[in-house]
């Protein structure tokens, strides 16, 4: 079964530092790879996608790719509180009967004041 | 408005009534999902729906029915509630290349 393996935390970092979030996937063939914060009792909301190795910047927010290594990250600099929230990890499986993102379990991050 | 709308947004029910969650999208996505997560279990897939007539089950179907009432619209049913439904529950929709995955705001149900 392809999985999508994240910390599931709580990963505790001060107001101002970076946090690093991390994510392993198993599905090799695996092409787009997005991350998802979700606020408590809230839904899922897009906040970066990448889809080739390397890094990619959106304000404070950068995704790194290793598709070698199978491995993708979140970095989120200047961490306010208002960033503390879950974030999942989801990649599309590969295969022509793909149907339905493959989700990780999610890490909680807290930004403490 | 919202680009998925669930209704209702809150709904407390009793053991072994029918209730039925509602999802409209404006998406146009001919992909519609519903899902429901429990705390450290992540969201797993109850049904899936490419098309009117293309209704699947996902991983924890039983229990649970669909009605894909038009392209926009996807309906689920409890027929008979139990407590160990009760959970935060989303409708999703996503075109065909997976890569516009949208939830809609959720639907938090209590079965008492």
């Known amino acids: 079964q392809k999985e999508v393996e994240q910390n599931s935390g709580p990963l505790s970092v001060p107001e101002g530092a970076i946090a690093s979030l991390n994510c392993t996937y198993s599905?090799?063939?695996?092409?787009?790879f997005f991350w998802y914060r979700q606020y408590s009792g809230k839904s899922p909301e897009l906040i970066m996608s990448?889809?080739?190795?390397g890094d990619k910047e959106d304000g404070r927010f950068t995704a790194q790719l290793n598709k070698a290594s199978q491995y993708v990250s979140l970095l989120i600099r200047d961490s306010q509180p208002s960033d503390s929230a879950t974030y999942l990890c989801?990649?599309?499986?590969?295969?022509?009967?793909?149907?339905?993102?493959?989700f990780g379990k999610g890490t909680k991050l807290s930004v403490i004041p | 408005d919202a680009d998925v709308t669930q209704t209702p947004r809150n709904r407390i029910t009793k053991t072994g009534k029918r209730i039925m969650l509602e999802c409209s999208q404006t998406?146009?996505?001919?992909?519609m999902y519903w899902y429901r997560q429990d705390p450290g279990l992540g969201l797993r897939l109850i049904y899936y729906?490419?098309?009117?007539?293309?209704?699947n089950k996902g991983e924890i179907s039983d229990g649970y029915s669909v009605s894909r009432q038009a392209q926009a619209k996807f309906s689920l049913s409890l027929e008979s509630a139990i407590p160990n439904q009760t959970a935060l529950y989303f409708c999703?929709?996503?075109?065909?290349?997976?890569?516009?995955?949208?939830f809609g705001s959720g639907t938090r149900l209590t079965v008492v």
């Open positions: 599905d090799r063939g695996s092409q787009s």
């Open positions: 990448i889809y080739s190795n």
């Open positions: 989801a990649v599309t499986p590969s295969g022509a009967g793909s149907y339905q993102l493959t």
């Open positions: 998406k146009g996505h001919d992909r």
């Open positions: 729906s490419f098309d009117v007539k293309d209704i």
């Open positions: 999703a929709t996503a075109d065909r290349a997976l890569e516009s995955y949208t």
